[in-house]
């Protein structure tokens, strides 16, 4: 897919991080960009400053999904280019000093990460498929997810975030398939250590003895890499149905 002025993207999670890089990215090649996400004040000023469409947006809700979608259609136009970076993570045991793990946060996980993301495909997807073709193959969009080296790899404390993260890998092969004979494609980009929001507030050093377990580049990873990834995946139409570590060949200790 060649990406200009003609191609709408939607972003969730795009106020910060790897959405906002990613954003950013696309808005650079001249994609119109649509953000979703809660943060109001950093989602407007993104999209002020990309000339972009902010929509507040909880993937969680049907209602509150719907409502995005449709305003920035009212704007840009069918989107073409779906990137999921809407998440949550926590650290809790299955069973710890005070019981064992809340269901109602487990739950919470799954609903955010995991069912956040297929709602936002589905939506994508219905309007992708019965929209014309932008290439020669008969492409009609694309849609890349998020998923985590902790799909593979999960620590301890993670068995919430890894079994969000794990059906994200485990759906993208299907739903490559089911869109398949209507040309969408279907990518997953699976981040090691990367410096995020879900970083935010650790110490340089433990930031710099993280980056350390890295083999190489022995640091963290930054959010603009994995940006240029979804770009590539976006303009590479044989990139379709894969889980690509982003991870500098990191192998996640249980600790």
Do not use: W
């Amino acid at each position: 897919m060649e990406l200009n002025s003609s191609v709408s993207a939607i972003v969730t999670g795009g106020a910060s991080g790897l959405g906002e890089a990613t954003a950013r990215e696309l808005a650079s090649t001249g994609v119109k960009v649509g953000i979703f996400d809660l943060n109001v004040e950093r989602g407007e000023a993104l999209a002020e400053e990309i000339g972009g469409v902010f929509c507040e947006c909880n993937v969680a809700d049907e209602d509150s999904v719907k409502a995005a979608f449709e305003k920035v259609r009212a704007t840009n136009g069918q989107e073409r280019i779906l990137v999921n970076c809407a998440g949550i993570g926590i650290a809790v045991k299955t069973v710890g000093k005070d019981g064992a793990h809340p269901m109602g946060l487990f739950e919470k996980v799954l609903q955010v990460n995991l069912m956040g993301t297929f709602r936002c495909i589905a939506n994508a997807a219905e309007g992708m498929t019965q929209s014309d073709p932008v290439t020669e193959d008969g492409e009609r969009g694309v849609v890349i997810n998020t998923a985590s080296v902790a799909a593979f790899d999960g620590q301890v404390g993670q068995a919430a975030y890894s079994a969000s993260k794990g059906g994200i890998v485990g759906m993208t092969l299907p739903i490559a398939r089911d869109l398949s004979r209507n040309g969408v494609r279907c990518v997953t980009i699976a981040p090691g250590l990367f410096r995020t929001p879900l970083l935010a507030g650790a110490p340089e050093e433990v930031l710099q003895s993280l980056g350390a377990q890295v083999p190489f580049p022995a640091r963290l990873g930054d959010p603009g890499e994995y940006a240029k990834l979804a770009r590539q995946i976006c303009e590479n139409s044989m990139l379709n149905g894969e889980t690509i570590r982003l991870d500098g060949a990191i192998r996640m200790a249980p600790r």
